[in-house]
């Protein structure tokens, strides 16, 4: 049995199928031979195609379920535009406050080495006192106030070395007399 467009050529004659059945309207569909209908196209020998009511059915409701996801679609696609431009307009909040955050810490830090130079003047090496979190700094304090000690320590053993020692100078020959009255006052003015 082969099947063509709204019936069914069946041992050797055309039957056109009315309704959802498959079932013979009885007589042939628009008379004559068989062999006139097999020259004809189908759509010649059956005329305009029949839908079975419940075809009808199906098609409408799949037409309505193709609307309705059509709508749900666009519905979607505009939420997706709206989360993507409040994403956006959070995404430059976030960038704006991790700014002010990042300022904010600098400023503390910065008041927090200015108070840790005041506690220890005299004590460290300003420079040394260094770091980017509270706990960086105060241990470079401890640094600090090491390379200080042996930089005073170095300055103490230098000075202790190049002593002069009190009283004037030594006494020795003096060269003094043998020079000009004009080179005695050239000297006496450079000493």
């Known amino acids: 049995m082969e099947r063509v467009g709204v019936g069914v050529y069946w041992r050797g004659r055309w039957w056109r199928i009315v309704g959802g059945s498959d079932e013979a309207a009885g007589e042939p569909d628009g008379g004559g031979s068989d062999h006139d209908r097999a020259d004809r196209p189908v759509s010649e020998s059956v005329g305009e195609p029949i839908v079975a009511a419940d075809d009808a059915a199906r098609v409408a409701a799949l037409e309505a379920l193709a609307a309705a996801a059509g709508r749900e679609l666009e519905a979607?696609?505009?939420?997706?535009?709206?989360?993507?431009?409040?994403?956006?307009?959070?995404?430059?909040?976030?960038?704006?406050?991790?700014?002010?955050?990042?300022?904010?810490?600098?400023?503390?830090?910065?008041?927090?080495?200015?108070?840790?130079?005041?506690?220890?003047?005299?004590?460290?090496?300003?420079?040394?006192?260094?770091?980017?979190?509270?706990?960086?700094?105060?241990?470079?304090?401890?640094?600090?106030?090491?390379?200080?000690?042996?930089?005073?320590?170095?300055?103490?053993?230098?000075?202790?070395?190049?002593?002069?020692?009190?009283?004037?100078?030594?006494r020795g020959e003096s060269d003094v007399e043998r020079l000009s009255p004009l080179a005695k006052i050239a000297r006496g003015l450079t000493k």
């Not at 130079?117 to 420079?127: K, P, S």
């Not at 470079?140 to 390379?147: D, G, K, M, N, Q």
């Open 76 to 170: 979607a696609r505009a939420r997706v535009g709206e989360l993507e431009a409040g994403s956006e307009a959070q995404a430059g909040e976030l960038a704006r406050t991790r700014e002010a955050v990042m300022a904010v810490e600098q400023r503390a830090l910065a008041a927090h080495r200015r108070a840790l130079l005041a506690e220890n003047r005299g004590q460290v090496v300003d420079e040394l006192v260094q770091g980017g979190t509270v706990e960086a700094l105060e241990a470079s304090v401890e640094l600090a106030r090491a390379a200080y000690g042996r930089v005073a320590e170095q300055a103490r053993a230098l000075a202790a070395a190049e002593r002069v020692p009190g009283g004037g100078g030594s």
